[in-house]
């Protein structure tokens, strides 16, 4: 047996990285039999069969998994977003911080064309919330430097709205990364097998990428009872004021006395922030009942 990660999956099959090498593997049908799918991300035993191939005989405990993309094992979200067009709304750097934080994922914010706008509000939003911030120019390379470390030894899940330039930064931090990911398109074709097809890719400045159309826009899946329990949580910015607050179960939303509530007026917090909570908050309150109701 030996151990590995899954770099690939494709049409039933799992590309597991071991010590350099690449197998091609199936998955044993225990894991149907299971309901378990093994996953992009996953630390893997499998057994070799010769010529490159095997099979994936067991699948190491996860620290995470994420339904759309199917990944595993995902260290953070590196949200990129801009001030310039398109204008990123930060209610969906806020929505994607809070599924990570559920998820037990840092966050990275990379403020991107920074030489055509410098982000100043998004900057100061997300610097005082707590969050590493970055403010790049994947057209001029200003921060890519300071962002390399940031990513480094990790394996990142890009994200942004569309056309805010994941793909632009990727490629300026690492050219070969397009010329990979442009080989696998022209060999997979535009077929359907295109959208469903997640792959670890790995940069010069040691980086770890999830690259997948899935993480361009997080649905509603990840939207579960779970976040709706804890959503105060996922916001790390409320916790020493939460943590102060003298209601037990507080909503931190309307309640006079409200710890939170009064960090916010006294600006120890950033409003953007507050707002994004109301609004995840009120997305979040329906989702008991109709759990219940599918029971």
């Known amino acids: 047996m030996r151990e590995g990660r899954i770099q690939k999956a494709l049409s039933g099959f799992y590309y597991v990285e071991c010590g ?11 894991f149907r039999k299971e309901g378990l799918s093994p ?37 953070q979200i590196v949200v990129i977003a801009s001030e310039a067009l398109p204008k990123t709304d930060p209610y969906l750097i806020d ?19 920074c030489d055509l706008n410098s982000a100043d509000g998004l900057y100061e939003i997300y610097r005082a919330a707590g969050f590493p911030t970055v403010r ?4 001029t390379g200003e921060g890519l430097e300071e962002l390399k470390p ?28 397009g010329l990979q990911v442009g080989e696998i ?19 010069s400045c040691g980086a770890e990428v999830v690259d997948s159309p899935g993480f361009a826009s997080f649905d509603s899946e990840e939207l579960d009872l779970e976040l709706k329990h804890r959503l105060p949580e996922t916001f790390p910015d409320f916790a020493p004021y939460r943590e102060a607050c ?5 909503s931190h939303t309307k309640e006079k006395g409200c710890a939170v509530l009064e960090a916010l007026m006294d600006r120890k917090l950033q409003k953007s922030r507050h707002d994004s909570y109301l609004r995840l908050y009120e997305e979040l309150k329906p989702l008991k009942e ?6």
Do not use: M
């Open 185 to 203: 398109s022209e060999a997979l074709g535009r077929g359907r097998h295109t959208t469903r097809h997640v792959e670890l890719f790995h940069l």
């Open 20 to 30: 350099g090498e690449l197998f091609c593997c199936r998955a044993r049908g225990k």
């Open 39 to 75: 996953l992009v991300g996953d630390r893997v035993e499998i057994r070799e069969l010769g010529n490159g191939e095997g099979y994936v005989e067991a699948i190491k405990p996860r620290k995470n998994i994420f339904r759309r993309p199917a990944v595993a094992n995902v260290d």
């Open 246 to 250: 003298r209601f037990v179960g507080c």
């Open 150 to 177: 940031l990513i480094s030894g990790k394996l990142s899940a890009f994200t942004g709205n569309s056309g805010v330039g994941k793909s632009s930064i990727l490629n300026a931090l690492d050219p070969a990364f």
């Open 290 to 295: 109709w759990a219940e109701q599918k029971k």
């Open 95 to 113: 929505r994607l911080s809070a599924i990570a934080a559920l998820k037990d994922c840092g966050v990275v914010i990379v403020l991107n064309k």
């Open 136 to 139: 790049v120019s994947a057209e």
